[in-house]
Protein backbone atom coordinates (compact mmCIF):
# COMPACT_ATOMS: atom_id res chain seq x y z
CA UNK A 1 0.00 0.00 0.00
CA UNK A 2 1.41 3.18 -0.71
CA UNK A 3 2.65 6.12 1.75
CA UNK A 4 0.28 8.76 2.29
CA UNK A 5 2.30 10.31 4.85
CA UNK A 6 5.27 12.61 3.73
CA UNK A 7 8.79 12.99 5.60
CA UNK A 8 9.71 17.22 4.41
CA UNK A 9 13.23 16.64 6.29
CA UNK A 10 14.45 16.01 2.99
CA UNK A 11 13.82 16.04 -0.67
CA UNK A 12 12.96 19.65 -2.41
CA UNK A 13 11.26 22.13 -0.72
CA UNK A 14 8.59 23.68 -3.40
CA UNK A 15 7.83 19.76 -4.12
CA UNK A 16 6.47 19.68 -0.39
CA UNK A 17 4.51 22.78 -0.33
CA UNK A 18 3.29 22.12 -3.21
CA UNK A 19 1.61 18.66 -3.16
CA UNK A 20 0.64 19.76 1.14
CA UNK A 21 -0.61 22.83 -0.12
CA UNK A 22 -2.37 22.53 -2.83
CA UNK A 23 -4.91 20.03 -1.20
CA UNK A 24 -4.93 21.49 1.74
CA UNK A 25 -6.11 25.65 -0.34
CA UNK A 26 -8.81 22.91 -2.25
CA UNK A 27 -10.29 20.91 1.07
CA UNK A 28 -10.16 24.99 2.65
CA UNK A 29 -12.27 26.11 -0.98
CA UNK A 30 -14.75 23.51 -0.04
CA UNK A 31 -14.72 24.05 3.77
CA UNK A 32 -15.76 27.78 3.03
CA UNK A 33 -18.36 26.17 0.55
CA UNK A 34 -20.83 25.30 4.03
CA UNK A 35 -21.73 28.84 4.92
CA UNK A 36 -20.73 30.07 1.36
CA UNK A 37 -23.54 28.03 0.02
CA UNK A 38 -25.91 28.60 2.89
CA UNK A 39 -25.43 32.00 2.26
CA UNK A 40 -26.23 32.06 -1.85
CA UNK A 41 -29.29 30.05 -1.05
CA UNK A 42 -30.92 32.21 1.91
CA UNK A 43 -30.21 35.12 -0.17
CA UNK A 44 -31.63 34.02 -3.63
CA UNK A 45 -34.37 32.05 -2.13
CA UNK A 46 -35.13 33.08 1.47
CA UNK A 47 -34.80 37.20 1.66
CA UNK A 48 -32.39 39.71 3.08
CA UNK A 49 -33.09 39.14 6.47
CA UNK A 50 -32.27 35.62 6.20
CA UNK A 51 -28.97 36.69 4.46
CA UNK A 52 -28.42 38.74 7.57
CA UNK A 53 -28.88 36.23 10.05
CA UNK A 54 -26.82 33.70 8.58
CA UNK A 55 -23.71 36.32 8.73
CA UNK A 56 -24.43 37.53 12.09
CA UNK A 57 -24.02 34.46 13.59
CA UNK A 58 -19.88 33.98 12.12
CA UNK A 59 -18.46 35.52 14.92
CA UNK A 60 -20.30 33.36 17.80
CA UNK A 61 -19.94 30.12 15.91
CA UNK A 62 -16.10 31.39 15.53
CA UNK A 63 -15.53 31.84 18.51
CA UNK A 64 -16.67 28.50 19.85
CA UNK A 65 -14.50 26.98 17.23
CA UNK A 66 -11.62 28.70 17.48
CA UNK A 67 -11.18 27.69 21.18
CA UNK A 68 -11.83 23.86 20.60
CA UNK A 69 -9.54 24.08 17.83
CA UNK A 70 -6.74 24.92 19.38
CA UNK A 71 -6.21 21.53 20.78
CA UNK A 72 -6.02 20.21 17.02
CA UNK A 73 -3.88 22.58 16.41
CA UNK A 74 -1.35 21.61 19.25
CA UNK A 75 -1.50 18.29 18.16
CA UNK A 76 -0.46 19.43 15.12
CA UNK A 77 2.38 20.74 16.31
CA UNK A 78 3.59 17.83 18.78
CA UNK A 79 2.48 14.84 16.03
CA UNK A 80 4.84 16.72 13.37
CA UNK A 81 7.61 17.40 15.90
CA UNK A 82 7.00 13.81 16.56
CA UNK A 83 7.28 12.48 13.56
CA UNK A 84 10.06 14.63 12.10
CA UNK A 85 12.35 12.76 15.24
CA UNK A 86 11.33 9.66 14.72
CA UNK A 87 9.82 9.15 17.95
CA UNK A 88 6.76 6.95 17.77
CA UNK A 89 5.78 5.78 20.87
CA UNK A 90 5.13 9.95 21.51
CA UNK A 91 3.39 10.20 18.66
CA UNK A 92 1.28 7.30 19.17
CA UNK A 93 0.48 9.21 22.81
CA UNK A 94 -0.39 12.14 20.72
CA UNK A 95 -2.82 10.55 18.85
CA UNK A 96 -5.17 8.65 21.26
CA UNK A 97 -4.42 11.74 23.62
CA UNK A 98 -5.93 14.18 21.40
CA UNK A 99 -8.85 12.19 20.15
CA UNK A 100 -10.09 11.56 23.83
CA UNK A 101 -9.33 14.90 24.57
CA UNK A 102 -11.63 15.70 21.50
CA UNK A 103 -14.67 13.84 22.29
CA UNK A 104 -14.64 15.59 25.52
CA UNK A 105 -14.54 19.37 24.05
CA UNK A 106 -17.49 17.81 21.86
CA UNK A 107 -19.68 17.82 25.02
CA UNK A 108 -18.65 20.84 26.08
CA UNK A 109 -18.54 22.75 22.64
CA UNK A 110 -22.27 21.57 22.25
CA UNK A 111 -23.72 22.69 25.90
CA UNK A 112 -22.05 25.92 25.98
CA UNK A 113 -22.91 26.34 22.48
CA UNK A 114 -26.36 26.37 23.34
CA UNK A 115 -26.35 28.08 26.05
CA UNK A 116 -24.62 31.25 24.81
CA UNK A 117 -26.77 31.90 21.23
CA UNK A 118 -29.52 34.09 23.09
CA UNK A 119 -26.81 36.32 25.19
CA UNK A 120 -24.84 36.57 22.09
CA UNK A 121 -26.95 38.03 20.09
CA UNK A 122 -28.31 40.40 22.25
CA UNK A 123 -24.98 41.54 22.86
CA UNK A 124 -24.20 42.23 19.43
CA UNK A 125 -27.71 44.27 19.34
CA UNK A 126 -28.98 41.91 16.78
CA UNK A 127 -31.84 43.76 14.95
CA UNK A 128 -35.35 42.79 15.85
CA UNK A 129 -36.09 41.47 12.28
CA UNK A 130 -33.21 38.99 11.90
CA UNK A 131 -32.51 38.19 15.94
CA UNK A 132 -35.37 34.80 15.78
CA UNK A 133 -34.06 33.29 12.52
CA UNK A 134 -30.54 34.14 13.84
CA UNK A 135 -31.49 32.11 17.03
CA UNK A 136 -32.48 29.23 14.81
CA UNK A 137 -29.57 29.22 12.71
CA UNK A 138 -27.10 28.44 15.69
CA UNK A 139 -29.64 26.50 17.88
CA UNK A 140 -29.03 23.73 15.15
CA UNK A 141 -25.69 24.30 14.27
CA UNK A 142 -24.39 24.09 17.51
CA UNK A 143 -26.38 20.89 18.31
CA UNK A 144 -24.29 18.92 15.56
CA UNK A 145 -20.81 21.09 16.13
CA UNK A 146 -19.06 17.97 17.23
CA UNK A 147 -18.93 16.97 13.29
CA UNK A 148 -16.93 19.84 12.59
CA UNK A 149 -14.82 19.49 15.34
CA UNK A 150 -13.90 15.70 15.47
CA UNK A 151 -13.36 16.14 11.47
CA UNK A 152 -10.77 19.29 12.24
CA UNK A 153 -9.23 17.02 15.01
CA UNK A 154 -8.86 14.18 13.06
CA UNK A 155 -7.61 15.83 9.91
CA UNK A 156 -4.84 17.52 11.81
CA UNK A 157 -3.43 14.56 12.74
CA UNK A 158 -3.08 13.11 9.10
CA UNK A 159 -1.56 16.86 8.19
CA UNK A 160 1.01 16.63 10.69
CA UNK A 161 2.72 13.76 9.11
CA UNK A 162 2.02 15.33 5.48
CA UNK A 163 -1.17 13.73 4.46
CA UNK A 164 -3.47 16.88 3.30
CA UNK A 165 -5.01 14.79 0.38
CA UNK A 166 -7.87 12.27 2.74
CA UNK A 167 -8.56 15.30 4.72
CA UNK A 168 -9.41 16.88 1.16
CA UNK A 169 -11.29 14.03 -0.44
CA UNK A 170 -13.84 14.40 2.78
CA UNK A 171 -14.22 18.05 2.68
CA UNK A 172 -15.19 17.65 -1.59
CA UNK A 173 -17.47 14.64 -0.24
CA UNK A 174 -19.23 16.47 2.44
CA UNK A 175 -19.52 20.08 0.69
CA UNK A 176 -21.38 18.47 -2.00
CA UNK A 177 -23.70 16.55 0.37
CA UNK A 178 -24.26 20.39 1.74
CA UNK A 179 -25.56 22.04 -1.21
CA UNK A 180 -27.37 19.01 -2.29
CA UNK A 181 -29.05 19.13 1.02
CA UNK A 182 -29.57 22.83 1.39
CA UNK A 183 -31.41 22.94 -1.96
CA UNK A 184 -33.49 20.30 -1.04
CA UNK A 185 -34.17 21.87 2.40
CA UNK A 186 -34.88 25.17 1.49
CA UNK A 187 -36.79 24.61 -2.31
CA UNK A 188 -38.27 21.35 -1.55
CA UNK A 189 -39.25 22.03 2.10
CA UNK A 190 -39.33 25.40 2.52
CA UNK A 191 -37.45 24.74 5.51
CA UNK A 192 -35.55 28.97 5.10
CA UNK A 193 -32.51 29.29 7.66
CA UNK A 194 -33.48 25.86 9.49
CA UNK A 195 -32.96 23.82 6.56
CA UNK A 196 -29.36 25.18 5.74
CA UNK A 197 -28.16 24.79 9.13
CA UNK A 198 -29.49 21.25 9.55
CA UNK A 199 -27.51 20.89 5.65
CA UNK A 200 -24.50 21.98 6.94
CA UNK A 201 -24.88 19.72 10.33
CA UNK A 202 -25.38 16.67 8.48
CA UNK A 203 -23.06 17.28 6.12
CA UNK A 204 -20.20 17.80 8.70
CA UNK A 205 -21.04 14.95 10.60
CA UNK A 206 -20.66 12.56 7.46
CA UNK A 207 -17.37 13.88 7.31
CA UNK A 208 -15.94 13.54 11.09
CA UNK A 209 -16.72 9.70 10.66
CA UNK A 210 -15.36 9.51 7.34
CA UNK A 211 -11.81 10.76 8.70
CA UNK A 212 -12.03 8.73 11.98
CA UNK A 213 -12.97 5.33 9.82
CA UNK A 214 -9.61 6.15 8.19
CA UNK A 215 -7.64 6.70 11.13
CA UNK A 216 -9.17 3.31 12.80
CA UNK A 217 -8.06 1.67 9.41
CA UNK A 218 -4.68 3.21 9.07
CA UNK A 219 -1.64 0.82 9.74
CA UNK A 220 0.99 3.41 10.24
CA UNK A 221 2.38 4.26 13.64
CA UNK A 222 -0.10 7.40 13.88
CA UNK A 223 -2.71 5.12 13.23
CA UNK A 224 -5.84 5.06 15.84
CA UNK A 225 -6.45 1.93 17.81
CA UNK A 226 -9.55 2.47 19.93
CA UNK A 227 -8.41 0.27 22.74
CA UNK A 228 -5.45 2.68 23.28
CA UNK A 229 -7.36 5.80 24.04
CA UNK A 230 -6.42 7.10 26.81
CA UNK A 231 -5.37 10.78 27.82
CA UNK A 232 -1.22 10.87 28.33
CA UNK A 233 -0.66 13.92 30.99
CA UNK A 234 2.68 14.81 29.11
CA UNK A 235 0.95 14.64 26.07
CA UNK A 236 -1.85 16.50 26.62
CA UNK A 237 0.75 19.59 28.20
CA UNK A 238 2.42 19.21 25.45
CA UNK A 239 -0.61 19.24 23.08
CA UNK A 240 -1.99 22.18 25.29
CA UNK A 241 0.81 24.34 25.56
CA UNK A 242 1.39 24.46 21.70
CA UNK A 243 -2.64 25.20 21.19
CA UNK A 244 -3.82 26.92 23.91
CA UNK A 245 -1.94 29.80 23.20
CA UNK A 246 -3.58 29.82 19.43
CA UNK A 247 -7.06 28.59 20.71
CA UNK A 248 -7.50 31.33 23.64
CA UNK A 249 -6.06 33.86 20.73
CA UNK A 250 -8.53 33.17 17.98
CA UNK A 251 -11.09 32.85 20.81
CA UNK A 252 -10.60 36.10 21.83
CA UNK A 253 -10.79 37.29 18.66
CA UNK A 254 -14.01 36.00 17.24
CA UNK A 255 -15.00 37.60 20.76
CA UNK A 256 -14.10 40.91 20.04
CA UNK A 257 -15.67 40.36 16.59
CA UNK A 258 -18.70 40.20 18.10
CA UNK A 259 -18.66 43.69 19.13
CA UNK A 260 -16.88 44.48 15.69
CA UNK A 261 -20.55 42.98 14.34
CA UNK A 262 -22.53 45.55 16.72
CA UNK A 263 -20.66 48.46 14.70
CA UNK A 264 -21.89 46.89 11.56
CA UNK A 265 -25.65 46.00 12.93
CA UNK A 266 -25.72 49.62 13.69
CA UNK A 267 -26.11 50.42 10.00
CA UNK A 268 -29.32 48.00 9.44
CA UNK A 269 -30.00 44.65 8.36
CA UNK A 270 -28.65 45.87 4.63
CA UNK A 271 -25.50 46.49 5.50
CA UNK A 272 -25.35 43.10 7.54
CA UNK A 273 -26.09 41.41 4.51
CA UNK A 274 -23.36 42.99 2.74
CA UNK A 275 -21.08 42.14 5.35
CA UNK A 276 -22.03 38.78 4.62
CA UNK A 277 -21.34 38.88 1.59
CA UNK A 278 -18.31 40.33 1.86
CA UNK A 279 -16.96 37.78 4.32
CA UNK A 280 -17.79 34.95 2.33
CA UNK A 281 -15.56 36.52 -0.53
CA UNK A 282 -12.93 37.35 2.41
CA UNK A 283 -13.46 33.90 3.14
CA UNK A 284 -11.89 32.58 -0.43
CA UNK A 285 -9.22 34.88 -0.34
CA UNK A 286 -7.87 33.96 2.87
CA UNK A 287 -7.13 30.37 1.38
CA UNK A 288 -3.61 30.51 -0.03
CA UNK A 289 -2.51 32.34 3.25
CA UNK A 290 -3.99 29.91 5.30
CA UNK A 291 -3.32 26.68 3.24
CA UNK A 292 0.90 27.92 2.80
CA UNK A 293 0.90 29.52 6.43
CA UNK A 294 -0.38 25.61 7.47
CA UNK A 295 2.12 23.91 5.37
CA UNK A 296 5.04 26.06 7.22
CA UNK A 297 3.88 24.71 10.39
CA UNK A 298 4.17 21.13 9.55
CA UNK A 299 7.13 21.74 7.26
CA UNK A 300 9.09 23.83 10.50
CA UNK A 301 7.84 21.47 13.06
CA UNK A 302 9.17 17.97 11.08
CA UNK A 303 12.60 19.97 10.26
CA UNK A 304 12.82 21.67 13.52
CA UNK A 305 12.05 18.20 15.34
CA UNK A 306 15.04 16.62 12.59
CA UNK A 307 17.20 19.58 13.96
CA UNK A 308 17.68 21.19 10.63
CA UNK A 309 16.98 24.94 11.11
CA UNK A 310 18.61 25.91 7.99
CA UNK A 311 16.28 23.70 5.87
CA UNK A 312 13.46 25.19 8.03
CA UNK A 313 13.95 28.87 7.29
CA UNK A 314 14.50 28.37 3.55
CA UNK A 315 11.06 26.42 3.89
CA UNK A 316 9.35 29.96 5.26
CA UNK A 317 11.16 32.51 2.85
CA UNK A 318 9.45 30.11 0.03
CA UNK A 319 6.22 29.96 1.51
CA UNK A 320 6.65 34.02 2.03
CA UNK A 321 6.96 33.83 -1.93
CA UNK A 322 4.39 31.79 -2.94
CA UNK A 323 1.62 32.95 -0.70
CA UNK A 324 2.25 37.03 -1.24
CA UNK A 325 1.87 36.16 -5.06
CA UNK A 326 -1.06 34.26 -5.09
CA UNK A 327 -2.72 36.50 -2.54
CA UNK A 328 -1.71 39.28 -5.31
CA UNK A 329 -3.27 38.31 -7.80
CA UNK A 330 -6.49 37.03 -6.26
CA UNK A 331 -6.56 40.08 -4.98
CA UNK A 332 -6.72 41.98 -8.30
CA UNK A 333 -9.36 39.71 -9.96
CA UNK A 334 -11.76 40.13 -6.71
CA UNK A 335 -11.44 44.15 -6.63
CA UNK A 336 -12.38 43.73 -10.79
CA UNK A 337 -14.68 41.57 -10.76
CA UNK A 338 -16.67 42.92 -7.22
CA UNK A 339 -20.29 43.38 -8.71
CA UNK A 340 -20.95 39.93 -10.15
CA UNK A 341 -19.32 38.67 -7.33
CA UNK A 342 -21.75 40.07 -4.89
CA UNK A 343 -24.74 39.78 -7.34
CA UNK A 344 -24.50 35.60 -6.82
CA UNK A 345 -25.09 36.21 -3.11
CA UNK A 346 -28.09 38.71 -3.30
CA UNK A 347 -30.36 40.58 -5.99
CA UNK A 348 -30.96 43.66 -3.32
CA UNK A 349 -29.17 46.40 -4.58
CA UNK A 350 -28.40 48.18 -1.71
CA UNK A 351 -27.02 44.83 -0.01
CA UNK A 352 -24.56 44.92 -3.17
CA UNK A 353 -23.42 48.27 -2.81
CA UNK A 354 -22.33 47.88 0.53
CA UNK A 355 -20.82 44.42 -0.21
CA UNK A 356 -18.90 46.47 -2.78
CA UNK A 357 -17.84 49.17 -0.86
CA UNK A 358 -16.30 46.86 1.91
CA UNK A 359 -14.67 44.85 -0.75
CA UNK A 360 -12.85 47.69 -2.16
CA UNK A 361 -11.94 49.57 1.38
CA UNK A 362 -10.19 45.93 2.29
CA UNK A 363 -8.69 44.00 -0.37
CA UNK A 364 -6.22 45.53 -0.92
CA UNK A 365 -4.31 45.02 2.31
CA UNK A 366 -5.03 41.18 2.09
CA UNK A 367 -1.00 41.65 1.00
CA UNK A 368 -0.03 41.96 4.20
CA UNK A 369 -2.02 38.81 5.89
CA UNK A 370 0.16 36.66 4.21
CA UNK A 371 3.02 37.88 6.38
CA UNK A 372 1.47 37.68 9.98
CA UNK A 373 -0.07 33.94 8.85
CA UNK A 374 3.75 32.34 7.30
CA UNK A 375 5.66 33.94 10.58
CA UNK A 376 2.95 32.82 13.08
CA UNK A 377 2.39 29.48 11.16
CA UNK A 378 6.78 29.29 11.21
CA UNK A 379 6.63 30.29 15.52
CA UNK A 380 4.22 27.71 16.21
CA UNK A 381 5.99 24.67 13.91
CA UNK A 382 9.32 25.51 16.62
CA UNK A 383 6.92 25.05 19.57
CA UNK A 384 6.82 29.00 20.23
CA UNK A 385 2.78 29.57 20.14
CA UNK A 386 2.76 32.27 22.89
CA UNK A 387 4.24 35.14 20.91
CA UNK A 388 1.71 34.66 17.99
CA UNK A 389 -0.38 34.52 20.93
CA UNK A 390 -0.03 37.82 22.46
CA UNK A 391 0.84 39.78 19.18
CA UNK A 392 -2.41 38.87 17.66
CA UNK A 393 -3.96 39.41 20.94
CA UNK A 394 -3.11 42.85 20.85
CA UNK A 395 -3.72 43.39 17.04
CA UNK A 396 -6.69 42.03 16.54
CA UNK A 397 -8.74 42.63 20.05
CA UNK A 398 -6.86 45.40 21.83
CA UNK A 399 -6.18 47.81 18.95
CA UNK A 400 -8.92 46.66 16.91
CA UNK A 401 -10.99 47.80 19.71
CA UNK A 402 -9.33 51.04 20.31
CA UNK A 403 -9.51 51.60 16.84
CA UNK A 404 -13.46 51.09 16.08
CA UNK A 405 -14.15 52.97 19.75
CA UNK A 406 -12.34 56.36 18.51
CA UNK A 407 -13.40 56.32 15.35
CA UNK A 408 -16.96 56.29 15.94
CA UNK A 409 -17.19 58.23 18.97
CA UNK A 410 -14.61 60.69 18.41
CA UNK A 411 -13.52 60.84 14.70
CA UNK A 412 -16.97 60.08 13.46
CA UNK A 413 -15.07 58.22 10.69
CA UNK A 414 -19.05 56.23 9.67
CA UNK A 415 -18.64 53.08 7.54
CA UNK A 416 -15.31 53.89 6.06
CA UNK A 417 -13.83 53.99 10.00
CA UNK A 418 -15.79 50.42 10.60
CA UNK A 419 -14.07 48.79 7.25
CA UNK A 420 -11.15 49.97 7.99
CA UNK A 421 -10.86 47.84 11.40
CA UNK A 422 -9.60 44.54 9.77
CA UNK A 423 -6.95 45.46 7.54
CA UNK A 424 -5.08 48.03 10.08
CA UNK A 425 -4.63 45.05 12.88
CA UNK A 426 -3.63 42.67 9.79
CA UNK A 427 -0.76 45.77 9.56
CA UNK A 428 0.57 46.13 12.79
CA UNK A 429 0.43 42.27 13.28
CA UNK A 430 2.40 41.41 9.77
CA UNK A 431 4.75 44.39 11.60
CA UNK A 432 5.28 42.74 14.77
CA UNK A 433 5.32 39.17 13.72
CA UNK A 434 8.32 39.69 11.72
CA UNK A 435 10.23 41.08 13.97
CA UNK A 436 9.16 38.47 16.23
CA UNK A 437 10.21 35.26 13.55
CA UNK A 438 13.74 36.95 13.03
CA UNK A 439 14.25 37.00 16.36
CA UNK A 440 13.62 33.61 17.19
CA UNK A 441 15.32 30.01 17.98
CA UNK A 442 15.56 29.09 14.11
CA UNK A 443 18.10 32.25 13.84
CA UNK A 444 20.03 30.70 16.83
CA UNK A 445 23.56 30.27 15.92
CA UNK A 446 24.27 27.74 19.10
CA UNK A 447 21.63 25.78 16.92
CA UNK A 448 22.68 22.78 13.85
CA UNK A 449 22.34 23.77 10.81
CA UNK A 450 22.23 21.12 8.56
CA UNK A 451 21.40 21.54 4.98
Not at 18 to 27: D, E, M, N, R, T
Not at 127 to 132: K, R
Not at 385 to 406: D, E, H, K
Request: hydrophobic share 50%; with cysteine.
Amino acid sequence: MARKDADMTQGEIWRHFLSFSVPLAIGLLFQQMYNTVDSIVVGQYVGEEALAAVGSTGSIVNMLISLCNGLSMGAGVVISQAYGAKDEERLQRAVHTTIAVGFIMCVFATIVGRLLVRPMLQMMQTPDNVIAESETYLGIYFSGISGLLMYNIGSAILRAVGDSKRPLYFLIFSALTNTVLDLLFVLKFNMGVAGVALATTIAQGLSAVLVLVVLTKEKGIYGLRWRKLRISLPELKSVAANGAPAGVQQALTSFSNVFVQSYINAFGSACMAGWNCYNKIDAFMMVPAMSIAQASTTFVGQNWGAKNLKRARRGVRFAVTASFSCSLVLAVLVMMMAKPLTHLFTPEAQVQDYAVRFIHIVTPFYLTMCFNQIFGGALRGIGNARTPMIIMLGSFVVFRQAYLYISANVLHMGFVGVALAYPLGWVLCSALLAVAFFRSKLFDKNKPLEA
